[in-house]
């Protein structure tokens, strides 16, 4: 019995280990949406510099005016599934962004089904750099680059720490920037907390104790962008 637990304790360790990770170590940039073999680019105003996409080991969140963060619920070294999509709500005016992000959000991820299973390959491009290309399971593309082709005005997100997490109450959050709101989403999109527009400088506690345990994904609006994070209440 304990050859075999054994057995198993090393299969999981070696498959955490097996996804690429170059996926985790970059921010990308997406270049370009193939659907149905149409290339779709992504705009470029004053609303929207650039897509970008961030991928940890548990969640993956891109941002189109708002943001779509993804629930992982398997990944490895060639593809990775996603339990649910959580559509943070946006500020997209233009109707440019708002057909784009239909096409990206909706046409690509079709976030509003469960269980969405994604391909991805990373290749070396010119100069060193690095192609992320995402493909659905009915063969249309999302391609992205690990470097910028517009400046962006997002800063890093992991500039921002969130703790104790998970968190049985009281929950903490910093920032090296100047925070401006924060959210609370559940999984299926609502808004369970909203203190957007109020300033808390640097860091604030926030009383969790009455939201039900479950997986939140926050999203903190600082002077500098906004980042997203994944909330465990116990």
């Known amino acids: 019995m304990r ?6 304790v090393i299969f999981s360790v070696m498959k955490c280990f097996a996804q690429d990770p170059q996926l985790f170590e970059n921010t990308w940039y997406l270049q370009k949406v193939v659907i149905d073999d149409v290339d779709y680019f992504p705009p470029s105003n004053n609303e929207v510099n650039n897509v970008p996409l961030n991928i940890s080991m548990t969640f993956m969140e891109t941002t189109m005016c708002g943001s779509l963060v993804g629930d992982f619920d398997t990944i490895d070294n060639t593809s990775f599934s ?7 709500i946006d500020n997209c005016v233009l109707q440019e962004n708002i057909d784009f992000k239909a096409i990206y959000f909706n046409g690509f991820y ?3 089904l469960p269980n969405r299973l994604f391909d991805y390959n990373i290749v070396m491009g010119t100069n060193n750099s690095k192609i992320l290309t995402l493909t659905n399971d009915v063969g249309d593309q999302a391609i992205y680059g690990d470097s910028l082709l517009s400046n962006n005005d997002f800063d890093s997100f992991t500039e921002v720490l969130v703790y104790p ?3 049985f109450g009281d929950l903490f959050v910093k920032s090296n920037a ?3 709101g924060i959210r609370l989403f559940e999984i299926g999109g609502k808004v369970v907390l909203n203190y957007h527009g109020k300033n808390f400088n640097n860091s604030i506690k926030l009383d969790l104790s009455s939201i ?5 994904f926050m999203e903190i609006i600082t002077e500098q ?7 465990i209440k116990k």
């Open 165 to 167: 997490n998970p968190s």
């Open 110 to 112: 079709n976030w509003q």
């Open 225 to 231: 962008g906004r980042a997203i994070r994944k909330i």
């Open 82 to 88: 996603i339990i649910n999509f959580v559509n943070l």
């Open 212 to 216: 039900e345990s479950g997986i939140y």
């Open 3 to 8: 050859k075999l637990l054994f057995i198993i």
């Open 178 to 180: 100047i925070m401006e």
